[in-house]
């Protein structure tokens, strides 16, 4: 077994991560102008994208570890890339993987950065609702609870609430 499918799998991936980084980017134009029927669209987008990352994940791995035991490793369960690195059989090889490995890490990084300024956006627009439903609500005028055909009156001066004679 070669590296080339390996290098495949991490050529693909680095696409599909490219591609959820500019879905990313969209949502945060999306979120700056509050669209929500735009932005549900991009949530399934970035569900299919996330499913399809899951599946070369999954072939990626394969991948490795049948390379891995093609080369008598025994230590399978977690098969990286710097293994595969290791084991390569030329240095062409060896750069051709680590550069793919590299750039998909620098993807990865970069859509990391951009859901966190997303979520913090996200965040600040959930505080500006809050903020604006708390000025338009009512406060409540008292923290008890008094049943509603009753006028608020205080009790009567010779009747108690406390009856002592219980």
């Given at each position: 077994m070669s590296t080339t499918a390996i290098l495949q799998t991490l050529v693909q991936l680095e696409q599909l991560h490219s591609?959820?980084?500019?879905?990313?980017?969209?949502?945060?134009?999306?979120?700056?102008?509050?669209?929500?029927?735009?932005?549900d669209g991009l949530l399934?987008?970035?569900?299919?994208?996330?499913?399809?990352?899951?599946?070369?994940?999954?072939?990626?791995?394969q991948s490795v570890v049948g390379y891995l035991a093609s080369k008598g490793q025994s230590s399978l369960e977690n098969a990286t890339i710097t293994e595969v690195i290791k084991w390569a059989d030329s240095i062409d090889e060896q750069q051709a993987l680590q550069a793919a490995r590299d750039s998909l890490l620098?993807?990865?990084?970069?859509?990391?950065?951009?859901?966190?300024?997303?979520?913090?956006?996200?965040?600040?627009s959930l505080q500006l609702v809050n903020i604006s439903l708390d000025a338009?609500?009512?406060?409540?005028?008292?923290?008890?609870?008094?049943?509603?055909?009753?006028?608020?009156?205080?009790?009567?001066?010779?009747?108690?609430?406390?009856?002592?004679q219980a």
């Amino acid at each position: 077994m070669s590296t080339t499918a390996i290098l495949q799998t991490l050529v693909q991936l680095e696409q599909l991560h490219s591609s959820l980084l500019q879905l990313a980017v969209d949502k945060m134009e999306i979120l700056k102008q509050g669209d929500m029927e735009k932005l549900d669209g991009l949530l399934k987008d970035e569900q299919a994208h996330v499913a399809a990352i899951v599946q070369m994940e999954n072939k990626r791995q394969q991948s490795v570890v049948g390379y891995l035991a093609s080369k008598g490793q025994s230590s399978l369960e977690n098969a990286t890339i710097t293994e595969v690195i290791k084991w390569a059989d030329s240095i062409d090889e060896q750069q051709a993987l680590q550069a793919a490995r590299d750039s998909l890490l620098e993807t990865i990084h970069q859509l990391k950065q951009q859901n966190d300024l997303n979520q913090k956006l996200t965040m600040q627009s959930l505080q500006l609702v809050n903020i604006s439903l708390d000025a338009i609500r009512p406060r409540p005028e008292q923290a008890t609870y008094t049943r509603p055909d009753q006028d608020r009156k205080k009790p009567s001066e010779g009747f108690s609430t406390f009856d002592s004679q219980a």
